[in-house]
């Protein structure tokens, strides 16, 4: 498994011409639906789509924004422009204005892009470019445009294009945790780099298997479940992420029919999961599944946790899952992906610390209690070819022990940000400072992002700490919890603002209320500012929470109205009306989900995702809205407007256009 190639494309060549061009990738795309293409095949594909960049004006050096529900297109346009000499830049297809807002923003920041994408990605597009004025960006976008479903069978081939290890392959424009996406520069000597490292780390041999359902525009699926078993010739298995979002049992059991080894899911598919496989009805459709043949389940991309990897070994293990395939990493985009694993085989290890001992330059103590305790989940040492350390404000390493600023430095670690040519020549020998805050003893604990940090009365505070404390008090459940700070001009410091996801009359959010405060006051020594209810959390396509957002809407006065009827709830029981249908579409979806929903009351604004509704009755919402409008909504859109109000405007704006 040596991986001597300097460019992604001379792998894909040399693949080809040894004994595991017969090797391939199983686009899973239903549960009955599948395509197996051998990487052989694949180099094919991609030299005929690069035919068709070459004769729409394509250069080497230019960028391909692709944009694409299909993995199989996805695929073909990235090794196109690795054998083109293209630089690849994936963007998720979303359907909500934010969605085509950013689609637009990264398009006009490239210096010479193009979009590979299909008609109907693309017609939508132009009817949010005339609403938002931007017809004359669009009139661009389109003459730069390659339709996917549009290219001639006829397989020409394109000419391949020699490039060096130091040329970009990719711009990983993340969704963003500051509500600015920034563009990750990858060589191919970064990301080459950093799969050495990771097949390295990990073990990975001809017996191992992948199987995903991370989207391929995110860097674990696209560098860790594709990149990473091509490059060593092994098979792998890509699970559309829809597909997941809607059958979750459905990843296990193909997990369990393909005896796939190697899996992947960050903690809120973990959560997702665990909720369809905990409920009614599960046991039928888990009755056959077998994961004893699991080696390694990446958990990453998100802070770890350790009752959530208890609760899913827990709940797996009589189906075979070894306790100790739960593998908790820590990686980045600009590392390419991975910076530290843990030892192959060994159980997820914690640290128990004092939640006060935890400002940057202080050493960690053990806790007292477990009122005083935060757990920080062990994420090994660092792949090889990257290097890490901890500073203090100074920019001066500390000692083991000591709490400080993650910096990393190697081969694998980008160059900067794209348009920011101030970091573009950044060397492998620079210090790379990930925003993240950490502790190196017997391996890397990662305390939290440094930028999100609460300083309260001269004591540090991390929020992924007060979420877990929060999320313990009964009424509140996991992943349902968010905790930020804002500045208070009377008190000249930094308070906390605890947001919980709560439905239903708000007097009945006041016990919650009462407790929260009790369980934050014992546990943290903390009085919050205020407890805010909140339909939904916002996060990004990648599933990380976004505080920022919440944050941002409390100082914009978007939970003014919500907090006054709390207020009058507290000191006088009074009680709350909650918003009813304004139109009849959104009286006609209402009605579907309160038939089909007989759980908890449904209201305009819940996120049918986020309460808990099973994956079967969000097909049935989903195939009644198709019977009241045929052919207007489909699966993906369903997926992207997950609460009433929401579907009803997109679906209102669409029936304008039938």
Not at 70 to 84: I, M, T
Not at 298 to 319: D, K, Q, V
Not at 433 to 449: C, H, M, N, W
Request: aromatic share 8%; with cysteine; proline share 4%.
């Amino acid at each position: 498994m040596n991986i001597n190639a300097a460019t992604l494309g001379e792998a894909l060549i040399a693949l080809c011409e040894s004994p595991s061009r017969d090797r391939s990738i199983t686009h899973i795309n239903a549960a009955d639906d599948e395509l197996q293409i051998t990487y052989a095949e694949l180099y094919k594909r991609a030299l005929h789509v690069l035919f068709h960049l070459q004769v729409a004006g394509m250069e080497p050096g230019n960028q391909l924004l692709i944009c694409t529900p299909s993995n199989e297109q996805f695929l073909d346009a990235f090794w196109a422009c690795q054998l083109g000499g293209i630089t690849a830049v994936p963007v998720a297809v979303g359907h909500s204005h934010e969605h085509r807002r950013r689609f637009f923003n990264v398009f006009k920041r490239l210096e010479n892009g193009y979009v590979f994408s299909n008609r109907a990605t693309l017609e939508p597009m132009q009817v949010f470019a005339e609403s938002q004025g931007l017809e004359d960006e669009f009139a661009v976008l389109h003459k730069r445009s390659i339709a996917a479903n549009e290219l001639t069978v006829d397989m020409q081939r394109g000419t391949l294009t020699q490039t060096d290890a130091d040329s970009y392959a990719l711009y990983q424009f993340s969704s963003g945790s500051t509500g600015t996406p920034k563009g990750v520069m990858l060589t191919h000597k970064n990301i080459i780099s950093n799969i050495r490292g990771i097949v390295t780390a990990a073990l990975f041999c001809d017996a191992d298997s992948f199987l995903s359902w991370m989207p391929l525009y995110h860097d674990m699926g696209l560098i860790g479940f594709h990149l990473v078993p091509l490059l060593v010739g092994i098979d792998q298995h890509i699970l559309r992420t829809a597909l997941f979002v809607r059958r979750p049992l459905l990843w296990l059991n193909k997990a369990s029919e393909k005896a796939a080894t190697i899996l992947s899911s960050p903690n809120f598919g973990l959560h997702l999961l665990l909720r369809s496989a905990t409920a009614k009805g599960a046991e039928e459709r888990l009755a056959d599944l077998n994961l004893s043949h699991v080696r390694l389940l990446f958990n990453g991309a998100e802070t770890i946790s350790a009752p959530l990897c208890e609760e899913f070994s827990t709940t797996l293990e009589p189906y075979g899952l070894k306790r100790n395939a739960i593998f908790p990493v820590y990686g980045l985009a600009e590392a390419s992906l991975a910076v530290s694993f843990p030892e192959v085989g060994a159980p997820v290890q914690t640290l128990d610390v004092a939640r006060q001992s935890l400002n940057v330059g202080e050493r960690v103590q053990p806790s007292k209690s477990t009122s005083d305790q935060i757990r920080l989940v062990a994420l090994g040492s660092t792949v090889p070819g990257c290097e890490l350390r901890i500073i203090d404000e100074d920019n001066r390493p500390l000692d083991a022990d000591h709490v400080g600023h993650i910096q990393i430095r190697g081969e694998n670690v980008s160059r900067g940000y794209y348009g920011e040519t101030a970091h573009a020549e950044q060397s492998g020998d620079e210090w790379f400072d990930t925003g993240d805050l950490g502790v190196l003893s017997d391996q890397l604990y990662v305390v939290g992002r440094s930028k999100e940090t609460m300083i309260l009365n001269g004591v540090t505070y991390h929020p992924h700490d007060l979420e877990a404390v929060c999320e313990e008090v009964e009424g509140v459940g996991s992943q349902r919890a968010a905790c930020t700070s804002v500045y208070v001009p009377e008190s000249g410091s930094e308070s906390v603002l605890v947001f919980i996801v709560f439905r239903g009359a708000i007097e009945n959010f006041v016990p919650t209320v009462v407790k929260l405060r009790r369980a934050l006051h014992e546990r943290a020594f903390i009085d919050p500012l205020k407890v805010i209810p909140i339909r939904t959390l916002p996060k990004t396509t990648s599933g990380k929470l976004q505080r920022f957002v919440l944050r941002e809407a409390y100082s914009n006065g978007e939970f003014d109205a919500v907090l006054a009827d709390l207020d009058t709830a507290m000191t006088e029981a009074t009680g709350f009306t909650k918003t009813e249908a304004r139109t009849d579409v959104e009286r006609t979806l209402l009605d579907i989900c309160r038939s089909i929903i007989t759980t908890e009351e449904v209201y305009l604004e819940d996120d049918l995702l986020d309460m808990g509704t099973s994956s079967l009755a969000l097909v049935e919402i989903c195939e009644a809205v198709d019977e009241c409008y045929p052919g207007i909504i489909e699966l993906a859109e369903f997926l992207e407007h997950t609460s009433v109000a929401s579907l009803a405007s997109h679906l209102e704006e669409k029936l304008q256009h039938v």
